[in-house]
T-cell receptor, first 115, second 110 residues
């Protein structure tokens, strides 16, 4: 079946611009996660959605970062006023049960380059 | 969160078994041991997980020490496609996010 998809696969933007990254989770998965992977910081958690519960935003690095999940499915990660340190691969993952789930399924990522 | 320690890199010959170690001396009783791997230019991929007993699946085996302070991921016959970064992660039973360390970069040669 279809896995987690992300778009765009690559995004180049100028410093100060806003960007939106999209994630389509596996159909029926109630939990959705955003991570980012950069050379200096490795793979780090950003935000987690589980059903209708309030999202866990504990990993968001600043208030320039926000995310939404509409209709319990598609999610959009928005970065406002991008900075060069935001350059990274942004990874989305989904799982079937959230806290008790064992497997997270990752998408291929969006490579963001801020010039 | 409890921390894991893994070697930075390991090498293996193709078709030989590979034992990837992980130390987690501060593991708590509710921590599950998860392994993920990340192939070049791809997102991480689940490999296996366990709590106390050894586990086997189609990809690998997980051997967990009796005191749970260490574990070993076993690839029974490494292939070139197994070349990846392998992450050992402790995931509290009540938590959902994955906390990645630096992992072990496995190189597989002919």
């Amino acid at each position: 079946g279809a896995g987690v998809s992300q778009s765009p696969s690559n995004k180049v933007t100028e410093k100060g611009k806003d960007v939106e990254l999209r994630c389509d989770p596996i159909s029926g998965h109630t939990a959705l996660y955003w991570y980012r992977q950069s050379l200096g910081q490795g793979l780090e958690f950003l935000i987690y959605f589980q059903g209708n519960s309030a999202p866990d935003k504990s990993g968001l690095p600043s208030d320039r970062f926000s995310a939404e999940r509409t209709g319990g499915s598609v999610s959009t990660l928005t970065i406002q006023r991008t900075q060069q340190e935001d350059s990274a691969v942004y990874l989305c993952a989904s799982s079937s049960q959230g806290k008790n789930s064992y497997e997270q399924y990752f998408g291929p990522g969006t490579r963001l380059t801020v010039t | 969160d409890a921390k894991t320690t893994q070697p930075n890199s390991m090498e293996s010959n193709e078709e030989e078994p590979v034992h990837l170690p992980c130390n987690h001396s501060t593991i708590s009783g509710t921590d599950y041991i998860h392994w993920y791997r990340q192939l070049p230019s791809q997102g991480p991929e689940y490999v296996i997980h366990g709590l106390t007993s050894n586990v086997n699946n189609r990809m690998a085996s997980l051997a967990i020490a009796e005191d749970r302070k260490s574990s070993t991921l076993i690839l029974h016959r490494a292939t070139l496609r197994d070349a990846a970064v392998y992450y050992c992660i402790l995931k509290p039973g009540t938590a959902s996010k994955l906390t990645f360390g630096t992992g072990t970069r496995l190189q597989v040669t002919l």
